[in-house]
C-alpha cells in the first residue's frame, strides 16, 4: 500500500505535464517542440579550411549565418539575408 502513493503521484505529474503540452500546442507557443519536419536550424554548406579550421554556412529562422570552426571555439562571422537554401544547392553540382 505504500508504494502506491508515490506511483501515483508520479503519473498525476506526468499528465499534468501532458496537458500542459498539450495546450500549449493547442495554443501555438510550442508548435515545433517535438514534432519532424519542422526543422528552424539548417546547414547549408561546409567548408574545410585545414583539418582543425572550417567554414559553416547556417540557416537559423530563416536567417544565414557564416560560423567559423576551430579547436578553440565557434564564432559568427557574418550574419545576413541569403537565397540559398539546401535545394538551390543541390542544383549546382556540376
Do not use: W
Not at 65 to 87: D, H, K, Q, R, Y
Amino acid at each position: 500500500m505504500d508504494t502506491i502513493q508515490p506511483i501515483l503521484a508520479v503519473l498525476f505529474v506526468l499528465g499534468l505535464l501532458g496537458g500542459a503540452l498539450y495546450l500549449l500546442r493547442a495554443k501555438g507557443v510550442a508548435k515545433g517542440f517535438g514534432r519532424p519536419g519542422t526543422r528552424q536550424m539548417q546547414a547549408l554548406e561546409r567548408l574545410a579550411l585545414t583539418p582543425h579550421h572550417s567554414l559553416h554556412l547556417v540557416n537559423v529562422g530563416g536567417k544565414t549565418l557564416l560560423v567559423a570552426v576551430s579547436p578553440g571555439g565557434c564564432t559568427v562571422v557574418e550574419g545576413f539575408t541569403c537565397s540559398i537554401s539546401a535545394e538551390n544547392k543541390a542544383g549546382d553540382n556540376r
